[in-house]
């Protein structure tokens, strides 16, 4: 019985649709056959039936102000018809159909060659008007077919029966034939528009199917399956949702980040990396115990929407579960792989976005990597400093348009001869007060801001002004080091500016050294900085690597890439003649870069001591406070020119 209600109702429908469609159609092509009228009375008059041609615009005249009654009103855009109208509109359609026919009877009825022709046309022509008019409305179609098939039927009989005056009775014959060839050919003219409507609806059919299976993908992360950022950012809307609707019921949102997963890229390859994830992926979404929304945010960032109501002990229940199911090994080719996990949650209220939620979440998660009391912290707006704004922007861009923000200058120093082997820019604020900041006070709110682009283009600009001037007062040091930002070697964006940059300035780019940290190149685009760095180094430009010796893979990264300096983390230096491990690391890393041919910077010199146990290492460059600290362009350039530094 449903099966039967549910076809009825399709059928329904369907015969509305047609309905609106079909009173479209016969608005549409009112004037055509109006327009034929006055051709077809004068082909009767002309041929003395005068009584003929009143009746045929008698018939037309009719029909049309019943075709035009039965749709007034009713446009294709407008609201569907009812009933009675949808059978007002086929009655209507059926009969006029067939008093169009009858008029061919009118010319048959002539009894000459002639007028028989003219009934001929007039059929063919009403034929062909329902056949490509009506294609897309089968139901109006077949009901004004088949009785116009009846009429051809009775004109065709009549012409065999009555005297017609024509050179031979073979003429006769030769009409009713080709009518009857007509017929045939308009039936498989009507089936072949049907096949042509129905292969096409098939291809609409597949092609909408497709987009939803497009669609599908675009919301999906391709390697588990799990729906992306964008699709959770949806469904995470609704889903929590029906949580803060609710009064004192909160969910939350978990921010997952996997710890040691770039070591299992780089040491097993990404397929490891990948069966990983998936592994991780599948855990999260199938093993964890609750309903809740997973989504993969991208690289080994997962985000979780847990409705409520949740307590904090719920929370913190939640995020342990999480935990245990992570640090479980994964089967990979006879190896065992596995990693931890950092988790920021950020429970929901009803004030609060999705975004919003993991901005917080996002806050929480850096505090559960720093490690110092849980792998998970659940934000708290009272502990947690307070967001940035767009207004905080603006006035930051404000201090970088004033150029309050500009480079200091650090000398490095030639153990040997005291003379300044180089430079290294680094920033400081400026304020209008006179006081100078640390890049500790500012750089956290430039990254928090999205403004990293903007102040690596802004120091850039203002340090290359600098080196213009030494230039030109003929002090500018073998080399000049400046920092680079993640943002400027892991983006397409970045990069192609800073080789812009680089290509404009084809005298200084010899004394150009850029700084990389070693962190970066733990970020989930180390390899497109490794591709920026070779880009910059055969663009001309020099490379150092900042903070050596304190990453995990600094040795595979020396394999990986060419370097043209290495700088000793400060960390080292400062327990030389404390530590007896220290210092034969020390020893073992500048022996490594003379191997190399690579120049070792110390970083962080601030006794004489310190100095001495370098200088009989054989490290040849040295920088800290013994001798200066970051200066700004007018006192770094007193010092070059005097050629060499002394003791601070």
């Known amino acids: 019985m449903a099966t039967e209600s549910a076809m009825l109702d399709q059928l329904r429908e369907r015969f509305i649709f047609e309905?609106?469609?079909?009173?479209?159609?016969?608005?549409?092509?009112?004037?055509?056959?109006?327009?034929?009228?006055?051709?077809?009375?004068?082909?009767?008059?002309?041929t003395g039936n005068n009584r003929a041609a009143a009746t045929m615009a008698l018939v037309v005249t009719l029909c049309e102000l019943a075709a035009w009654l039965a749709g007034a009103g009713q446009r294709i855009d407008g609201p569907p018809p009812g009933r009675m109208r949808c059978l007002t509109?086929?009655?209507?359609?059926?009969?006029?159909?067939?008093?169009?026919?009858?008029?061919?009877?009118?010319f048959a009825s002539g009894g000459t060659t002639a007028m028989l022709i003219c009934a001929c046309i007039w059929m063919f022509g009403t034929l062909v008007h329902i056949s490509n008019s009506f294609v897309a409305v089968p139901i109006y179609?077949?009901?004004?077919?088949?009785?116009?098939?009846?009429?051809?039927i009775a004109i065709v009989y009549e012409i065999f029966l009555q005297p017609v005056a024509m050179s031979s009775p073979l003429e006769g014959y030769i009409l009713a034939g080709l009518l009857l060839v007509y017929f045939a050919n308009t039936v498989q003219t009507t089936q072949n528009h049907k096949d042509t409507l129905s292969a096409y609806e098939n291809m609409r059919e597949l092609a909408n199917r497709r987009l939803v299976e497009l669609e599908d993908l675009s919301m999906r992360d391709v390697l588990t399956g799990l729906p992306n950022r964008l699709a959770f950012d949806q469904i995470a809307r609704e889903f929590?949702?029906?949580?803060?609707?609710?009064?004192?019921?909160?969910?939350?949102?978990?921010l997952i980040d996997l710890d040691g997963f770039k070591p299992i890229n780089d040491s097993y390859s990404h397929a490891a990396g990948d069966?990983?994830?998936?592994?991780?992926?599948r855990r999260l979404s199938v093993d964890l115990t609750g309903s809740s929304i997973v989504a993969r945010l991208g690289g080994d960032e997962f985000a979780i929407a847990w409705p409520g109501p949740l307590t904090q002990i719920d929370m913190a229940r939640i995020a342990e579960d999480i935990l245990t199911l992570v640090r479980k090994p994964v089967a990979f080719e006879r190896r065992n792989l596995q990693v931890a996990a950092s988790i920021g949650i950020a429970p929901a209220r009803s004030a609060a976005t999705v975004d919003q939620l993991l901005i917080e979440a996002d806050q929480a998660l850096y505090q559960a990597k720093l490690g110092l009391e849980s792998s998970f912290v659940i934000f708290d707006p009272v502990i947690f400093p307070r967001r940035l704004t767009l207004d905080d922007r603006a006035r930051m861009k404000l201090v970088l348009d004033r150029g309050e923000i500009k480079p200091f200058y650090q000398p490095q120093i030639d153990v040997e001869?005291?003379?300044?082997?180089?430079?290294?820019?680094?920033?400081?604020?400026?304020?209008?007060?006179?006081?100078?900041?640390?890049?500790?006070?500012?750089?956290?709110?430039?990254?928090?801001?999205?403004?990293?682009?903007d102040f690596q283009q802004h120091m850039l600009q203002a340090i290359l002004s600098d080196m213009r001037r030494m230039k030109a007062a003929n002090v500018l040091p073998d080399?000049?080091?400046?920092?680079?930002?993640?943002?400027?070697?892991?983006?397409?964006?970045?990069?192609?500016a800073l080789l812009a940059v680089v290509a404009q300035h084809p005298d200084l780019r010899p004394h150009l050294m850029f700084e990389v940290t070693e962190d970066i190149f733990i970020a989930r685009s180390g390899r497109m900085i490794q591709d920026s760095i070779s880009l910059?180094?055969?663009?001309?430009?020099?490379?150092?690597?900042?903070?050596?010796?304190?990453?995990?893979?600094?040795?595979?990264?020396?394999?990986?890439?060419?370097?043209?300096?290495?700088?000793?983390?400060?960390?080292?230096?400062?327990?030389?003649?404390?530590?007896?491990?220290?210092?034969?690391?020390?020893?073992?890393?500048?022996?490594?870069?003379?191997?190399?041919?690579?120049?070792?910077?110390?970083?962080?010199v601030e006794t004489a001591m310190q100095l001495e146990i370098l200088r009989g290492m054989g490290c040849r460059v040295v920088q800290g406070y013994f001798y200066a600290p970051a200066l700004p362009y007018d006192q770094i350039l007193r010092m070059l020119r005097i050629g060499c530094a002394t003791a601070a």
């Not at 080399?479 to 192609?496: D, F, M, P």
């Open 89 to 106: 509109v086929w009655s209507v359609s059926v009969v006029t159909t067939m008093l169009y026919m009858m008029v061919a009877t009118l």
């Open 275 to 281: 069966a990983l994830l998936k592994e991780v992926a």
């Open 141 to 152: 179609n077949w009901s004004m077919l088949i009785p116009s098939y009846l009429v051809v």
């Open 240 to 254: 929590l949702g029906k949580t803060t609707a609710q009064k004192d019921v909160t969910g939350a949102m978990f």
């Open 19 to 46: 309905t609106r469609l079909t009173i479209h159609i016969v608005r549409r092509d009112r004037l055509r056959r109006v327009s034929l009228v006055p051709l077809v009375s004068g082909i009767m008059v002309m």
């Open 417 to 453: 001869s005291g003379h300044i082997a180089g430079l290294e820019a680094l920033a400081r604020w400026e304020m209008p007060t006179g006081e100078i900041r640390s890049p500790g006070t500012f750089l956290p709110a430039i990254n928090e801001l999205g403004l990293q682009a």
């Open 479 to 496: 080399q000049v080091s400046i920092n680079l930002a993640e943002v400027t070697l892991a983006t397409t964006s970045g990069r192609e």
């Open 536 to 604: 910059l180094r055969l663009a001309g430009a020099r490379i150092s690597l900042d903070d050596f010796g304190t990453g995990f893979a600094s040795f595979q990264h020396l394999q990986e890439l060419e370097f043209d300096e290495l700088k000793l983390d400060t960390g080292f230096v400062r327990k030389l003649g404390q530590d007896h491990a220290t210092d034969v690391l020390v020893k073992s890393f500048l022996d490594m870069g003379r191997g190399l041919d690579v120049v070792i910077v110390a970083e962080g």
